[in-house]
Structure formats: structure tokens, C-alpha cells
């Protein structure tokens, strides 16, 4: 175990002043307002992670069938866990909140491909040959057995980046808030008699 890792963990984190607090806090509300308000299944932002996805097809396709269809969502979530995780060891608070905060955000994206299992009615985007595509949760589900229960397990999905989301959101601004300042030396009289 990396003792030294650890040390770096209890240290605190990179101050962060009060009109940069606000202002990713603002971020952060508007973001959220926008997702709330978005019907249609896609934020701006799944366009970030859409080549992540589909590069995670093609790294995970060494190591089998399976992996390769889940390899595209493992990448997904796997590539904002890792960012997030290098800030928290860098003890940098608002790069680890953006990364865990899409973390989370991706689970909308994730849950929206699930409930289509079934119907099977979303654009396909797909490294390779077109023809040879198949729907990732649609495959998967299938192999576990639980196809008729998608847009259970996507309800599921997207409750846990909603509250993961807002969770993030009142961590930061918890950690960021202004410290109190500390209480002044106690008075005689409240001191205990001995």
C-alpha cells in the first residue's frame, strides 16, 4: 500500500475563493435545469462522451464478446471516475466535483439507451461496419435475462445520476463554503468551577 497516497488524502483541499464558488455552483444549477427541462433524452454534453463509448467497443473487443458490448459504457463511466480520483488525490475540489458531477450525468445517457432495449428505436452511432451493430443493452439484458425489465432498471439508473448529481452539487458546496470564524477565548465565567 502507498502510504505516501494516503498522507496526500488528508490533506486539504485547494482553497477555493467565493466568486469561483458561486460561479460553479451556477454552473452547476443551470446544468441541472437544463437536463430537467431537456426532453429529448440527450444533453449537449453526451457528445463529449459518444467517441469515449464507442472507443471503449473497441479497447474492451480484446477480451470478448461481452466485454466489448459492455466495454462502451465501462469507458463511459470509467473515464470520469478516473478524472475525478487524479483531482482528489491532487486535492483539487472543483476538478474532482466536475468529474464525479459527469459521472453522474451519464447515467441519464445510460438509462436512456437501457429503456430502448425492447423497442430498439434510437440512432445508432457505431465504429465498423453498420450492419454488423447490435444494441448494447439490448444484448446484454438479453444475456442475464431481465430484457422485460429495461425501463425498470433504467428508471433505476437514472434516479442514482440524479441524485448523484445533486449530492455532488451540495458536497462542493459544503467544502466550499466560507469558514466560520472561529469563536474568540472563552470568557472566565464560562469556565467550570473546580
Not at 94 to 106: I, K, L, Q, Y
Request: with cysteine.
Amino acid at each position: 500500500m502507498d502510504w505516501e497516497l494516503l498522507a496526500t488524502l488528508r490533506e486539504d483541499w485547494t482553497p477555493v475563493s467565493k466568486p469561483v464558488r458561486v460561479g460553479w455552483l451556477a454552473f452547476y444549477g443551470i446544468f441541472l435545469l437544463y437536463a430537467l427541462t431537456n426532453k429529448t433524452g440527450y444533453l449537449f454534453i453526451d457528445y463529449v462522451f459518444l467517441p469515449i463509448h464507442e472507443g471503449g467497443h473497441l479497447l474492451f473487443g480484446y477480451f470478448g464478446h461481452t466485454l466489448m458490448v459492455a466495454g462502451g459504457t465501462i469507458l463511459q463511466l470509467g473515464v470520469p471516475v478516473l478524472l475525478a480520483l487524479y483531482f482528489v488525490v491532487q486535492r483539487q475540489l472543483t476538478g474532482a466535483a466536475f468529474c464525479a458531477f459527469f459521472f453522474f450525468e451519464n447515467f441519464l445517457n445510460v438509462a436512456t439507451y437501457m429503456a430502448d432495449s425492447r423497442r430498439m428505436e434510437l440512432q445508432y452511432v457505431t465504429v465498423g461496419d453498420p450492419d454488423l451493430a447490435e444494441h448494447d443493452w439490448a444484448t446484454l439484458f438479453t444475456q442475464i435475462g431481465v430484457l422485460g425489465y429495461d425501463t425498470k432498471i433504467a428508471a433505476a439508473v437514472r434516479l442514482i445520476g440524479w441524485l448523484g448529481m445533486i449530492a455532488v452539487v451540495v458536497w462542493l458546496g459544503w467544502r466550499t463554503k466560507v469558514p466560520t470564524r472561529p469563536a474568540g477565548p472563552r470568557s472566565l465565567r464560562s469556565y467550570p468551577r473546580v
